[in-house]
């Protein structure tokens, strides 16, 4: 990779939203060209969806050992725009070139600590850091609130289905990956009831994939009915509206109901908050495993009574980041799907209108009902 200046084809220069200070405005910054180096390919961002993480970043709720100058975003897709040596390939073969809608991996593991010595790449300390790198050091192309993204040589890469736009795919680089590496991990099974703990969009995701896997019986628990009529447009079979049955035992009753007295032997917790957590523990079957998506943020604790782990043979599961078949398996997925993912991509905001855009996420996050995602892309038109 190296900084040069434009070449003559391309009229802007790439620009970046840098995040100075959580909470505060974040700052247009235009930045040299960066032409792509062996491996590497730089692309145009076509869609960026503003993701949970993005936003307990920007108010300063996960700040700590985070750069001041980074360029927040990761869930995105994009068109290729240059092509380094070597990068004409996808990581599963296809040919690439100039023009071509891909989906990339937005972390780089450091590939050598014993994680990467096991493949397990989303494992790797380094990982998770390098989403976030400071924005004031090449190649400054670094975060999804931009103009370009330069995918490095370390990141994999795939050409989009025909069938899949950026803008759909945009959700596989974060959210449907990360179910479907969760459904992996806990190893569900096609038999196997499956309960999904917030309706939002990776709980629409988890529900759709869990039917595609063969799941008989997939239960929702939301508390805003319009949430609720997505989840059975997903595939949802029952749904529980949390709002009517406040008392979370009387929830954990109507699980057991509706299992025939045995319970999920997959519960997903994808509502982002830790006070859930026991009641899903509850509505597990025996052997059921708990997968934890949702709750990301640091000193968001609950107590749990081990002993309905350990007497029922239950287990925990966190689950953060995914493996490049999962980001594969979901472009797949999207490709070939019934489910109205369509749905789940929400109103996109040009890039000049970022500080708009994550004023609108942060506002229908704390409302509690947003399903889509707040998108932005530097194509789209003034809101």
């Not at 993701?51 to 996960?62: N, T």
């Not at 590496?181 to 988890?206: K, M, N, P, W």
Request: glycine residues 12%; aromatic residues 6%; charged residues 20%.
């Amino acid at each position: 990779m190296t900084e040069t200046e434009i070449p003559g084809s391309m009229q802007d220069r790439p620009v970046i939203a840098v995040m100075v200070e959580p909470g505060k405005p974040l700052e247009l910054v235009e930045v040299p060209y960066v032409e792509p180096g062996p491996g590497e390919l730089l692309v145009e961002v076509i869609q960026a969806n503003i993701c949970g993480s993005d936003l307990h970043l920007w108010r300063g709720e996960m700040a700590e050992g985070f750069p001041r100058d980074c360029v927040l975003g990761h869930e995105m897709a994009g068109r290729i725009v240059d092509v380094g040596e070597g990068a004409s390939r996808d990581s599963a073969g296809q040919p690439l070139s100039v023009g071509d809608a891909i989906a990339y991996r937005y972390y780089e593991p450091c590939g050598h600590c014993r994680s990467c010595a096991r493949g397990l790449y989303h494992h790797c300390p380094v990982s998770l850091a390098s989403v976030l790198r400071p924005a004031s050091k090449a190649p400054r192309l670094v975060g999804a609130f931009a103009t370009h993204y330069l995918v490095t040589a370390g990141r994999s890469r795939f050409k989009l289905p025909p069938a899949c736009t950026p803008e759909v795919a945009a959700g596989a680089n974060c959210a449907l990956s990360q179910v479907i590496q969760g459904f992996h991990e806990v190893g569900l099974r096609s038999d196997e009831t499956v309960i999904v703990q917030g309706c939002g969009g990776l709980g629409l995701y988890a529900i759709a994939v869990a039917k595609s896997w063969g799941a008989p019986n997939v239960i929702a628990i939301d508390r805003i009915q319009s949430r609720l009529e997505l989840a059975r447009a997903f595939g949802a079979d029952s749904v529980i509206d949390a709002g009517s049955v406040e008392d979370p035992r009387a929830r954990t009753k109507q699980v057991m109901e509706l299992t025939f007295g045995w319970g999920g032997d997959v519960v997903v917790e994808v509502v982002g908050r830790a006070a859930v957590i026991p009641e899903g523990i509850r509505m597990l079957a025996r052997g059921g495993r708990y997968l934890e998506l949702g709750s990301i943020v640091p000193r968001d604790t609950v107590s749990i009574d081990a002993s309905i782990l350990v007497g029922y043979n239950r287990s925990i599961v966190g689950v953060s980041l995914y493996q490049d078949r999962s980001l594969m398996e979901a472009l797949d997925f999207l490709a070939g799907t019934d489910a109205p993912v369509k749905t789940l991509v929400g109103q996109t905001y040009p890039l000049e209108q970022v500080n708009e855009a994550l004023q609108a996420a942060d506002a229908l996050q704390r409302e509690g009902v947003s399903v889509g995602r707040v998108g932005i892309s530097p194509l789209a038109k003034g809101a």
